[in-house]
């Protein structure tokens, strides 16, 4: 696994990282299998894959707590990623946008708690809250960061004026949004922000929600508790149109003798050594897959044809309100 610098100053990582939200919540399959998922978490980390992605929100809670029995006493070999905002903990502890100095500290709190450690290494906002202005939040951050709380932070789905706000009370170490080749809206302004300011980019959904391997060609492989289900993205009309994009991955993934899940993420790692993609899994059959396309090179016409795919059809989200902003 080749490794890069998250950041201008940030850690040292894996440059394929592991988003594990899909451990916990929100995707079809079995029930939860807590001690598969650790054997998986523990492949990844026989394989290089040290950055592990997570939050408070997934579960809520259970996926933090996931991640701290899978590293006990190995918690030097893994750089923690989590987030907070969107959990009221000053509250009732429902859903909802808090970005407040109060609440980072109530959120820092409870993630140190069940991460079962006394730093994490990079704390996102997970969503920006429009009643708080950023530099209120950051500054509570740079307060954790002066006391050893948390090593850097980051932000998730912030529009391009926030990040410069943010960068310019402390700086930002790492953007987090959804990118792939069915989601190519940060190359208008997200990107060249943050190369602008020396900050690392973090791709989530860099399969597409799992469409860009191939296997979801029917809702009806979908379980009716799978958030999928309701996404705009796979509606009757637009999983038929975005079938030809995985069916052009597809097709690129023969002739280079790979999968299209590694076909994707080799597009993705081609973008630049600044990005560091965190696909998330709970077998470790897909974890080898996905980790296998560290090794795959595509050619330049390879990648123009790959460049050139159709966009998406369908919004990322039923509700878009919460994004970018």
């Known amino acids: 696994m080749k490794h890069i610098t998250l950041g201008a100053a940030g850690p040292v990582i894996g440059r394929i990282g592991l988003g594990l939200m899909g451990m916990s919540a929100f995707y079809t399959g079995a029930a939860q299998d807590d001690e598969g998922s650790i054997r998986t978490i523990h492949r990844a980390l026989e394989l290089g894959v040290t950055f592990l992605d997570t939050a408070e929100f997934y579960g809520p809670y259970l996926n933090e707590e996931l991640l701290a029995r899978a590293i006990a006493g190995r918690r030097d070999e893994v750089v923690i990623a989590t987030k907070f905002g969107t959990i009221l903990h000053r509250g009732d502890g429902e859903r909802g946008l808090d970005g407040s100095p109060a609440n980072v500290r109530l959120s820092v709190e409870g993630s140190l708690q069940r991460l079962g450690t006394d730093y994490i290494d990079l704390y996102y906002q997970h969503r920006m809250d429009p009643g708080t202005p950023i530099e209120e939040t950051v500054g509570a951050l740079a307060e954790l960061i002066a006391e050893g709380k948390i090593r850097h932070y980051g932000l998730s789905e912030a529009a391009p004026a926030t990040i410069r706000r943010a960068h310019a009370v402390h700086p930002v ?153």
């Open 173 to 325: 170490t790492a953007v987090q949004t959804e990118y792939s080749l069915w989601s190519r809206d940060p190359e208008a302004q997200i990107l060249p922000t943050v190369r602008e300011l020396g900050i690392g980019f973090v791709p989530y959904s860099p399969l597409g929600r799992g469409f860009l391997t191939g296997a979801i060609r029917s809702l009806d492989q979908l379980d009716d508790s799978d958030f999928r289900k309701a996404n705009p993205r796979f509606a009757d009309g637009n999983l038929d149109a975005n079938l030809a994009i995985v069916d052009q991955v597809t097709a690129v993934a023969r002739e280079v003798e790979a999968t299209p899940a590694q076909v994707a993420l080799a597009w993705l790692l081609a973008q630049g050594d600044d990005i560091a993609p965190i696909p998330g899994t709970r077998r470790i059959v897909a974890l080898e897959e996905n980790v296998g396309a560290d090794a795959v090179q595509l050619t330049a016409d390879q990648l123009a044809t790959l460049d050139t795919l159709e966009p998406a059809a369908g919004d990322r989200y039923a509700d878009m309100t919460p994004l970018n902003r």
